[in-house]
Structures are given as C-alpha cells and as structure tokens.
Nanobody, 128 residues
Framework: EVQLVESGGGLVQPGGSLRLSCAAS????????MGWFRQAPGKGRKGVAA???????DYAVSVKGRFTISQDNAENTLYLQMSSLKPEDSAIYYC??????????????????????RGQGTQVTVSS
C-alpha cells in the first residue's frame, strides 16, 4: 500500500520560509502525477502545486512566485519550498499522488480531490 509521510510544517512568522517534504514508500514517482493541497479549518481542499506525468508544474494563483514544487526520484521524496509566507497560507498541507494519467498539472490544482493517495498532513501556521 502506498504510504506518504509529510514533514517540515510548523509555526513561522509572516515573510518567513518553510520547506515541506513528503517521503513515499511502496511507490515510485516516475510518471505519476503528484502535488500538494491544503485545507484550512472550515474550508475545502485547495490545490497548491502539482506536477503532472510529463513533469510539468503548475501552481495556485495565490502562491505562484512564492512556492516551488520539486521531486527527488532517487529519494522518492516530494518537496514544497514556501517563501514569503502569509497568514492566509496557514492550513494543513497534504501531499498526494495519483495513478499515471494524462491530466495536466492545472487539472490537479483545480481538482485536488482527484488524487488516489494522500498523506496525513502537516500543519503550517503563519503568525506573528
């Protein structure tokens, strides 16, 4: 069974940075769509960043230019580098992967519920 374990969340001041990691087991990244979504209390899932099967990336408009998604296939780890953090970025962040599909990264930003597997989440709180 695919297991995804996120780490790297925490409390950070506005303007600060964090790097989230997602370690995968029983799974190899090659050609699998993957990404990050977040969920704030009382709100629905919001796609944040995604990589499609072709290696193309996309981001939510609200994080574009501040967040960067990357993957290390040798280490089977997905990353999300977050900079210039704002209080509205506070949420539980989940990494997720899907079976190989032809969907674009943009599709997964718009439809974060379509991933087949997700981790347990890591809390990110941006506050002074």
């Amino acid at each position: 069974e695919v297991q995804l374990v996120e780490s790297g969340g925490g409390l950070v001041q506005p303007g600060g940075s964090l790097r989230l990691s997602c370690a995968a087991s029983e799974f190899t990244f090659n050609r699998h769509p993957m990404g990050w979504f977040r969920q704030a209390p009382g709100k629905g899932r919001k796609g944040v960043a995604a990589i499609d099967s072709g290696g193309n990336t996309d981001y939510a408009v609200s994080v574009k230019g501040r967040f960067t998604i990357s993957q290390d296939n040798a280490e089977n780890t997905l990353y999300l580098q977050m900079s210039s953090l704002k209080p509205e970025d506070s949420a539980i962040y989940y990494c997720a992967v899907d079976v190989p599909t032809a969907y674009s990264a943009y599709y997964y930003i718009q439809n974060p519920g379509k991933y087949a597997f997700r981790g347990q989440g890591t809390q990110v709180t941006v506050s002074s």
